[in-house]
């Protein structure tokens, strides 16, 4: 091979010479040629030049097959991959109000169930949540005079070896105490309401002294039976036990002794408290001016139920 120069014009007026190179074909190389020295050189170069195209081949057809999804995508066909979506992110929730939370608390609380933090009584029935301890009752408002009585009646009775524990409120009842669950209580109370719609008010008097004890036989009761207004008051029962017979739930007793009850004592003290009801009843009927009478109006009934109270107005 042997090089010679042409002259190449360019932009500008310039010239430059340009190298032509002449091959010479009797000239040959015996390395290159001679078949007892093969080129390995040449070989591994054409190995290499084979591994790059196949590489470049397979990301090719990456591509290709990356383009290809997002054609059929666009195309109105089924992409053959989902594009990830991020979900949105959640919303905060608006905390309960406080009066849903303490509705329906998870666990009982001890002093629910420990009978020290209720004066030594204890429950008819296990407390559970959703279980609603329910009573219709007529309530009574006690005067001066009655109120002293009633002193007179516990000094008395704590003199004979009976610690009497006064009630916290005064009523008369008409229906024993059930367990209602909570949704039962608006349609509970409608049908009283509707029930007793057409019952008038009367007034019914009490003023012997007797003594009651539960099924339970876990209280004693010292209560004034009543004297007057029976009929009426068992009228007012019937209606009662109605609505509680439409609800599966226990009726009045069969032959009620209406009274109101005045004070308790934990146990069955029905021996020791009937030893000392002739003393009580006499300072009942020796009182101050005569006879000591409770007169209870009914104007109203009331049901409650766990710690609600719900009025049903009597016919003037």
């Known amino acids: 091979m042997h090089c010679t120069h042409t002259v190449c014009p360019c932009e500008g007026g310039t010239v430059r010479r340009r190298p032509v190179f002449h ?68 919303k905060p929730r608006l905390p309960l109000p406080g009066c849903l939370l303490t509705m329906f608390p998870d666990e009982v609380d001890p002093q629910t169930e420990d009978s020290s933090f209720h004066g030594g009584r204890i429950r008819s029935f296990k407390h559970e949540r959703g279980n609603w ?34 009630q916290e409120e005064f009523h008369l009842s008409l229906s024993q105490t059930v367990v209602l669950r909570h949704h039962w209580i608006q349609p509970l109370t409608q049908s009283l309401r509707t029930g007793l719609a057409h019952c008038k008010r009367f007034v019914c008097s009490a003023g012997t002294l007797r003594v009651y004890c539960n099924a339970e036989k876990t209280r004693t009761f010292l209560g004034m039976e009543v004297c007057s207004g029976h009929a009426q008051l068992l009228e007012l029962v019937r209606v009662v036990d109605r609505t509680m017979t439409e609800f599966r739930l226990d009726t009045f007793y069969k032959d009620p002794s209406f009274h109101v009850s005045l004070a308790w004592c934990v146990g069955d003290m029905t021996v020791q408290m009937k030893e000392c009801i002739q003393e009580l009843q006499r300072l009942v009927d020796e009182h101050e001016e005569g006879p000591f009478v409770l007169r209870l109006e009914c104007v109203e009934l009331r049901c409650r139920t766990g710690n609600k109270t719900y009025c049903f107005p009597l016919k003037p």
């Open 23 to 90: 091959w010479d074909l009797n000239y040959h190389d015996n390395r290159l040629f001679t078949p007892e020295a093969p080129d390995f050189n040449s070989s591994s170069e054409e190995e290499d030049r084979e591994a790059g195209d196949e590489a470049a081949a397979t990301q090719n057809k990456s591509v290709c097959r990356k383009y290809q999804e997002e054609d059929d995508g666009k195309n109105g066909c089924p992409a053959r991959k989902k594009p990830k979506i991020e979900e949105p992110a959640t």
């Open 133 to 166: 301890a329910t009573y219709v009752y007529v309530p009574y408002h006690p005067e001066e005079e009655f109120r002293e009585l009633l002193e007179e009646l516990l000094s008395a009775a704590g003199a004979c070896g009976v610690g009497l524990t006064p």
